[in-house]
C-alpha cells in the first residue's frame, strides 16, 4: 500500500501554532497586551529611585498589594463566571489576579507622587553619614577602582534612621550631628518623599 503525499496546505493548515490562527484583530490585542506590559516593567523600573526615597516605603507597598489583590480578585473572580470550564476559569482569573497585584505597588508609588497637591516643606534633620557605592550593570575589571557613582545618604528624622539614594555626593562637608536641610513633598496618601531637584 503506499503512502498517499500530504493534502495540499495540509502542514499551513494543521501545524500551525494557535496564536497564527487568530485572525488580524485577535493578533492586535495581543501585541497591545504585550507592549502594555513592557512599557509597566519600564516604568517600574525608573519608579524604583523614588521607591529608595519615599519614608516608610514599606508601608506603602504592603497596603499596595493588599489593594491589587482586592482590586485583582474581585475582578478575576466576576470576569471568570463567564467561562464555560474550570480550567478557562483559572486561566482568566490568573490573567486578571496577577498583573494587578504585581503592579499595584506601582500604582500606589505613581499616584502617591503624581496626584499630590500640597507644598513641598524644608526639612532639618541631623546628618548621619553617607555610603558611596559602585553600580555598574555591566561589572569593573578585576584591577579597576572606579569612583563610587550611587551614594546612600543617612540621616536621624523624627527620632528614626532613614537613608535614601542619590546619584550625587551631597553634604559632602558634613560631619554626623550637623544639622542638614532635605525637600520633603507630602504624597496623596501620606506617603512623603525626598525630593532631590
Do not use: C, H
Not at 524604583?48 to 480578585?73: C, E, H, K, M
Amino acid at each position: 500500500m503506499k503512502n498517499l503525499p500530504p493534502e495540499p496546505g495540509f502542514f499551513e493548515k494543521k501545524n500551525k501554532p494557535a496564536f497564527f490562527k487568530t485572525d488580524a484583530g485577535q493578533k492586535l490585542k495581543v501585541w497591545l497586551i504585550v507592549l502594555s506590559l513592557l512599557a509597566l516593567v519600564v516604568l517600574y523600573v525608573f519608579e524604583f529611585t523614588y521607591f529608595d526615597n519615599t519614608f516608610d516605603v514599606q508601608g506603602l507597598i504592603i497596603r499596595s498589594l493588599i489593594l491589587g489583590a482586592i482590586a485583582g480578585g474581585a475582578s478575576g473572580y466576576f470576569a471568570a463566571k463567564k467561562a464555560d470550564d474550570d480550567i478557562e476559569r483559572i486561566q482568566i482569573f490568573l490573567l486578571i489576579f496577577v498583573p494587578l497585584l504585581v503592579f499595584s505597588p506601582l500604582a500606589g508609588s505613581l499616584s502617591n507622587r503624581l496626584l499630590a497637591t500640597a507644598p513641598d516643606k524644608i526639612e532639618k534633620v541631623e546628618y548621619w553619614e553617607t555610603q558611596g557605592r559602585v553600580v555598574d550593570r555591566f561589572g569593573t575589571l578585576k584591577d579597576e577602582k572606579p569612583a563610587a557613582n550611587t551614594f546612600l545618604l543617612f540621616f536621624m528624622r523624627q527620632g528614626k534612621l532613614e537613608r535614601i539614594k542619590t546619584k550625587n555626593l551631597l553634604f559632602e562637608n558634613a560631619e554626623r550631628g550637623d544639622t542638614i536641610e532635605i525637600n520633603v513633598r507630602p504624597g496623596f496618601w501620606g506617603y512623603e518623599w525626598v525630593a532631590l531637584n
